[in-house]
């Protein structure tokens, strides 16, 4: 057990280091992004939902036919 513990020791602190070496977006930059993810969720969303209901209706008509 003294071995996975010290495995996990060193992963971490190999971890933390890693983080230390990135390079994290400021404030502004960060919100500029998840507003374009927000708005390009909701620009595929209402795409999708366009589709499906075109589709539902395409499929509606052939099965009453």
Do not use: N, Y
């Not at 230390?20 to 930059?29: D, F, I, L, N």
């Not at 998840?34 to 969720?41: D, K, M, P, S």
Request: hydrophobic residues 55%.
């Amino acid at each position: 057990m003294g071995k996975w513990f010290a495995k996990t020791r060193a992963f971490i602190a190999e971890t933390m280091d890693e983080m230390a070496k990135c390079t994290w977006p400021e404030k502004g930059q960060l919100l500029e992004s998840t507003i374009l993810v927000i708005i390009a969720l909701a620009v595929t969303s209402i795409f999708v939902a366009g589709v499906d209901q075109i589709l539902f209706h395409i499929v509606k008509g052939i099965i009453k036919s």
